[in-house]
Nanobody, 125 residues
Framework: QMQPVESGGGSVQAGNSLRLSCVLT????????VGWFRQAPGKEREGVAA????????YYAPSVKGRFYISQDNTANTVYLQMHSLRPEDTAMYYC??????????????????WGQGTQVTVSS
Protein backbone atom coordinates (compact mmCIF):
# COMPACT_ATOMS: atom_id res chain seq x y z
CA GLN A 1 0.00 0.00 0.00
CA MET A 2 1.28 3.44 -0.91
CA GLN A 3 1.84 5.75 2.03
CA PRO A 4 2.55 9.37 1.20
CA VAL A 5 4.70 11.37 3.63
CA GLU A 6 4.75 15.14 3.19
CA SER A 7 7.33 17.68 4.29
CA GLY A 8 8.45 21.20 3.50
CA GLY A 9 5.67 23.31 4.92
CA GLY A 10 6.31 26.44 6.93
CA SER A 11 5.52 30.08 7.47
CA VAL A 12 6.50 32.63 4.84
CA GLN A 13 5.60 36.13 3.80
CA ALA A 14 3.49 36.80 0.75
CA GLY A 15 5.45 36.72 -2.47
CA ASN A 16 7.90 34.12 -1.28
CA SER A 17 8.29 30.48 -2.33
CA LEU A 18 8.14 27.06 -0.72
CA ARG A 19 8.70 23.56 -1.98
CA LEU A 20 6.70 20.68 -0.59
CA SER A 21 7.89 17.10 -0.91
CA CYS A 22 5.87 13.90 -0.93
CA VAL A 23 7.74 10.65 -0.50
CA LEU A 24 5.68 7.65 -1.53
CA THR A 25 6.67 4.57 0.42
CA UNK A 26 5.52 1.31 -1.04
CA UNK A 27 5.00 3.02 -4.37
CA UNK A 28 5.04 1.10 -7.62
CA UNK A 29 4.81 2.56 -11.06
CA UNK A 30 1.31 1.43 -11.68
CA UNK A 31 -1.49 3.61 -12.98
CA UNK A 32 -1.50 5.75 -9.85
CA UNK A 33 -1.92 9.50 -9.93
CA VAL A 34 -0.35 11.64 -7.22
CA GLY A 35 -2.11 14.79 -6.14
CA TRP A 36 -1.63 17.74 -3.82
CA PHE A 37 -4.66 19.00 -1.99
CA ARG A 38 -5.19 21.71 0.58
CA GLN A 39 -7.71 22.48 3.23
CA ALA A 40 -8.09 25.76 5.07
CA PRO A 41 -10.06 26.03 8.33
CA GLY A 42 -13.79 26.02 7.63
CA LYS A 43 -13.32 25.21 3.96
CA GLU A 44 -13.59 22.09 1.88
CA ARG A 45 -10.53 20.23 0.71
CA GLU A 46 -9.56 21.34 -2.78
CA GLY A 47 -7.32 19.89 -5.42
CA VAL A 48 -4.27 22.01 -6.15
CA ALA A 49 -2.18 19.96 -8.56
CA ALA A 50 -1.81 16.40 -9.74
CA UNK A 51 0.58 14.38 -11.82
CA UNK A 52 0.57 11.06 -13.57
CA UNK A 53 4.14 9.93 -12.87
CA UNK A 54 4.09 7.22 -15.48
CA UNK A 55 3.43 9.67 -18.31
CA UNK A 56 4.27 13.03 -16.77
CA UNK A 57 0.93 14.72 -17.45
CA UNK A 58 0.13 17.41 -14.88
CA TYR A 59 -3.01 19.21 -13.81
CA TYR A 60 -3.55 22.46 -11.91
CA ALA A 61 -6.34 24.32 -10.21
CA PRO A 62 -6.98 27.71 -11.85
CA SER A 63 -6.11 29.48 -8.61
CA VAL A 64 -2.52 28.20 -8.67
CA LYS A 65 -1.79 27.80 -12.36
CA GLY A 66 1.34 29.70 -13.28
CA ARG A 67 2.46 29.92 -9.63
CA PHE A 68 2.64 26.27 -8.52
CA TYR A 69 4.49 23.49 -10.30
CA ILE A 70 4.26 19.78 -9.66
CA SER A 71 7.15 17.50 -10.57
CA GLN A 72 8.46 14.02 -9.88
CA ASP A 73 11.70 12.28 -9.10
CA ASN A 74 11.04 8.68 -10.04
CA THR A 75 14.32 7.40 -8.62
CA ALA A 76 13.41 8.82 -5.22
CA ASN A 77 9.68 8.00 -5.36
CA THR A 78 9.07 11.66 -4.60
CA VAL A 79 6.63 14.22 -5.96
CA TYR A 80 7.27 17.91 -5.37
CA LEU A 81 5.04 20.95 -5.29
CA GLN A 82 7.02 24.12 -5.96
CA MET A 83 5.01 27.12 -4.89
CA HIS A 84 5.91 30.64 -6.03
CA SER A 85 4.35 34.04 -5.41
CA LEU A 86 2.55 32.74 -2.36
CA ARG A 87 -0.52 34.61 -1.17
CA PRO A 88 -2.27 34.70 2.20
CA GLU A 89 -5.15 32.76 0.62
CA ASP A 90 -2.74 29.87 -0.01
CA THR A 91 -2.62 29.31 3.74
CA ALA A 92 -3.84 25.78 4.44
CA MET A 93 -2.87 22.28 5.42
CA TYR A 94 -1.44 20.64 2.32
CA TYR A 95 -1.92 16.94 1.73
CA CYS A 96 -0.35 14.54 -0.71
CA UNK A 97 -2.42 11.64 -1.96
CA UNK A 98 -2.03 8.68 -4.28
CA UNK A 99 -4.92 7.20 -6.21
CA UNK A 100 -3.61 3.67 -6.61
CA UNK A 101 -5.45 3.34 -9.90
CA UNK A 102 -6.33 5.15 -13.09
CA UNK A 103 -8.73 8.02 -12.43
CA UNK A 104 -10.65 10.48 -14.57
CA UNK A 105 -10.73 13.52 -12.29
CA UNK A 106 -7.18 14.09 -11.00
CA UNK A 107 -8.11 17.11 -8.85
CA UNK A 108 -11.06 15.46 -7.14
CA UNK A 109 -10.19 14.28 -3.63
CA UNK A 110 -12.67 11.40 -3.69
CA UNK A 111 -10.61 9.75 -6.42
CA UNK A 112 -7.71 9.21 -4.00
CA UNK A 113 -7.43 6.44 -1.44
CA UNK A 114 -3.99 6.91 0.15
CA TRP A 115 -3.41 10.13 2.07
CA GLY A 116 -0.54 11.63 3.98
CA GLN A 117 -0.82 13.41 7.31
CA GLY A 118 -0.39 16.86 5.82
CA THR A 119 2.04 19.74 6.15
CA GLN A 120 1.01 23.25 7.16
CA VAL A 121 1.66 26.25 4.92
CA THR A 122 1.07 29.70 6.38
CA VAL A 123 1.46 32.83 4.28
CA SER A 124 1.38 36.20 5.99
CA SER A 125 0.75 39.52 4.32
Amino acid sequence: QMQPVESGGGSVQAGNSLRLSCVLTGYTFSNSFVGWFRQAPGKEREGVAAIYPRGGASYYAPSVKGRFYISQDNTANTVYLQMHSLRPEDTAMYYCAASGRTISMPLRSSEYSNWGQGTQVTVSS
